[in-house]
């Protein structure tokens, strides 16, 4: 099982970036998918799930009607549209799948906004 997390980079505040989260290794579509993020100095929080059909998905209230995720099981991937960034959501997010009784998480992105 890999997973593996792309699309960080620097921002600025009010703009977008979209993050993907290409997983192989076992059936996707069958499997909840979820984004975290760590800020410098805290703890890894929960962002965003999307079902295993994509039809249900839940936020974080901090990032409710800014991110939008979402996947595409014809290509393995989970996205993470971000739209109106904020500096703080300056954090390296991660992907994280439950499979098999395991946890396992991309290596992470870095996202950074700031002016």
């Known amino acids: 099982v890999q997973v593996v997390d792309t699309g960080g980079g620097l921002v600025q505040p009010g703009g977008s970036l979209r993050l993907s989260c290409v997983a192989s290794?076992?059936?996707?579509?069958?499997?909840?998918m979820t984004w975290w993020r760590q800020a410098p100095g805290k703890e890894r929080d929960w962002v965003a799930t999307v079902s295993s059909a994509g039809s249900n998905t839940d936020y974080a209230d901090s990032v409710k009607g800014r991110f939008t995720i979402s996947r595409d099981s014809a290509k393995n991937t989970v996205y993470l549209q971000m739209n109106s960034l904020e500096p703080e959501d300056t954090a390296v997010y991660y992907c994280?799948?439950?499979?098999?009784?395991?946890?396992?998480w991309g290596q992470g992105t870095q996202v950074i906004v700031s002016s």
């Open positions: 994280r799948l439950f499979y098999m009784g395991r946890t396992y």
């Open positions: 290794g076992f059936a996707f579509s069958s499997y909840t």
